[in-house]
């Protein structure tokens, strides 16, 4: 069915995007909003520690510059490590989607 043909060509391009390697971007994007996510979970717990919004602010904002740079360095070394990752090529990925029934 031509649906079904065209799912099956979807399916393989994403599996080709998602498999191939991280640019820097995506890396950068992604360290941003870990960050966010991570810098307001510090802030709430040092205030609950502290009882102090002042010294939660000043924890949660210093430790933000510091993690996402981190955070960003460590994506982009683990992007070239290959462990765990499948070796896929084009002609292998479109193939099956490719094939008529």
Do not use: C
């Amino acid at each position: 069915m031509l649906l079904d043909r065209w799912l099956k060509t979807e399916e393989a391009a994403e599996e080709i995007l998602h498999t191939g390697r991280e640019r820097p971007i995506r890396s950068l994007v992604k360290a941003i909003s870990w960050r966010v996510t991570g810098t307001i979970d510090t802030i709430i717990l040092s205030w609950l520690f502290t009882g102090n919004i002042g010294t939660a602010l000043s924890i949660g904002l210093t430790e933000v510059l510091t993690k996402m740079f981190l955070y960003y360095a460590h994506e982009r070394i683990w992007n070239r490590i290959h462990l765990g990752r499948e070796k896929v090529t084009p002609e292998s990925t479109l193939k099956p989607a490719l094939q008529t029934e």
